[in-house]
Each structure stands twice: as C-alpha cells, then as structure tokens.
C-alpha cells in the first residue's frame, strides 16, 4: 500500500512561446503551435538545409502535420508520406498533444458546412505571422526554401501561402 503520495509540478520550457492550457480555434494560437513545433527543428536539424515544409491540415482527422523536406534528400516533392521526416509534429503519435484542443476545435468549424478553404487560409496566415517567421528565420533554409499548404482534396489550387514575409 502506497500512502504519502505528493504531485510534483513539472515546468516544461518552450523554445519560443508558452503554450496556453486550452488551446483555442485562433489564429493567434495556430501561430504559437506552429512556432512551438518548428522551433523544435531547430535544435534536431541545426545543420541540414530544408529546402520545403508542408504544413498538412486536415480537419475530417482532427489532425496537423508538418513534414520537413531537406535537400540533401532524395525524395518526389509531391509525395509528402515518403519524405524520411514526413509528419515530423507526430500529432497522431502523441508528440503534439498542444494541437489536440484546436485541431479538435478545427474539425467542429469544418463541419459545419465542409469547407476547408477558410480553415486554410486562416493557417496561412498564422504561417506568415511574426512568430513563425522569426523561427525559420532560425533554421537554415536552402535558397529555393518554400513552406505549403495545400488542399488535401484538390492540390490542383496551388499553395495557399501565396507570398511569405522572410
């Protein structure tokens, strides 16, 4: 039998920005996701040159991925699954439980009349922000560096991030 039990208060320091308890459907909090889990490439790859991020949004799954593309890597730029550090957030894995609340948040705005384009623009926004640029301004980029969003059901739209503010 087990008595005396305390709790320990465990601080976890973010790199960037500290992460609200309840992360909301916002802008200002998509920014400071995407910011948190970028800012993590920094210090795992510090010396590999990405040359594309795909930031995945897909509300019907309640799930963000971002997947890193280096150049160094041999890979087909359009098959984003067979990059070696495709979903490199790991959302479904358990390694972004911060992006629970909103991408389940994200899912019930969806859902409302299945029309991802707003839901689209609004991460292409938080892309363009000054806290996520201020993080890959961080990592080193490759001279064609590029960061997308694409429809999931019609890639044919192009890139919702039209001009990105590096």
């Not at 041999?74 to 790991?90: C, G, N, P, R, T």
């Amino acid at each position: 039998m087990i008595s005396n039990l305390s709790s320990a208060r465990v601080t976890i320091f973010f790199s960037c920005y500290d992460i609200p308890k309840n992360m909301q459907y916002n802008i200002d909090d998509i920014e400071t996701l995407i910011a948190n889990k970028l800012s993590e490439a920094i210090t795992q790859f510090e010396e590999k040159e990405i040359k594309l991020i795909d930031i995945g949004v897909f509300p019907w799954h309640q799930s963000i991925e971002i997947s890193l593309l280096f150049s160094d890597e041999i890979a087909d730029v359009e098959d984003i699954a067979s990059w070696e550090h495709y979903d490199f957030s790991k959302m479904s894995e358990g390694h972004w439980n911060e992006a629970l609340t909103l991408a389940d948040e994200m899912y019930h705005i969806w859902e409302k009349d299945c029309n991802i384009p707003p839901v689209l623009n609004d991460f292409a926004t938080a892309v363009n922000s000054e806290k996520v640029i201020r993080v890959l301004k961080q990592l080193k980029l490759s001279d064609d560096f590029s960061i997308q969003i694409l429809n999931p059901d019609k890639p044919s739209e192009g890139n919702y991030i039209k001009e990105l503010a590096l």
